[in-house]
T-cell receptor, first 112, second 112 residues
């Protein structure tokens, strides 16, 4: 039974570019949440998707957007990248929005 | 705003030296408190969920407890493989809007 799968594992982008990160949830899970984890910090909530809609959003600018597909997989898009966007981006899936999370291994994004 | 504070930020133990990690929280409408273990460059791995004051859960050398204002993760006779960052997270809110907030984590190093 596959867990949460994220791609790519590592990514280097130039300031001002756009990036798309992908997440496949654990089998049976229908909710996907995205977190940003800077080095030495705890994960910060970006947003949550359920039934193909953004249900909750943290304190992140509109440059951060997402999408959930009918098969429950999800994408995180970040436009106009800043150096401060460099972080580990974590995807977590759950059965329904208010259940416990299973995390993926993350995508390490470096903005230069 | 929900707040989660973990202490200490870093802890160095000799193998076999028991200790406790603390997670204090200020939230409105606690729905659950989670403990995760995170290894460098990896996503958080779920350890425990606690729902109400007085609840305790155990797994191998780890025991988590919960009061109305804080949670403790007790580590008994730790081994070097217990070295990791331990994250505490709280789920709070009401109805369909429940948010998960993480602490910064406690970085544990167990020395042989």
């Amino acid at each position: 039974d596959a867990g949460v799968t994220q791609s790519p594992t590592h990514l280097i982008k130039t300031r001002g570019q756009q990036v798309t990160l992908r997440c496949s949830p654990k089998s049976g899970h229908d909710t996907v949440s995205w977190y940003q984890q800077a080095l030495g910090q705890g994960p910060q909530f970006i947003f949550q998707y359920y039934e193909e809609e953004e249900r909750q959003r943290g304190n992140f600018p509109d440059r951060f957007s997402g999408h959930q597909f009918p098969n429950y997989s999800s994408e995180l898009n970040v436009n106009a990248l800043l150096l401060g966007d460099s972080a580990l981006y974590l995807c977590a899936s759950s059965l329904r929005p208010n259940y416990g999370y299973t995390f993926g291994s993350g995508t390490r994004l470096t903005v230069v | 705003e929900d707040q989660v504070t973990q202490s200490p930020e870093a802890l160095r133990l000799q193998e076999g030296e028991s200790s406790s990690l603390n997670c204090s929280y200020t939230v409105s409408g606690l729905r659950g408190l989670f403990w995760y273990r995170q290894d460098p460059g990896k996503g958080p791995e779920f350890l425990f969920t606690l729902y109400s004051a007085g609840e305790e859960k155990e797994k191998e050398r780890l025991k988590a407890t919960l009061t109305k204002k804080e949670s403790f993760l007790h580590i008994t006779a730790p081994k070097p493989e217990d070295s990791a960052t331990y994250l505490c997270a709280v789920q709070a809110g009401s109805g369909g809007y429940q948010k998960v907030t993480f602490g910064i984590g406690t970085k544990l190093q167990v020395i042989p």
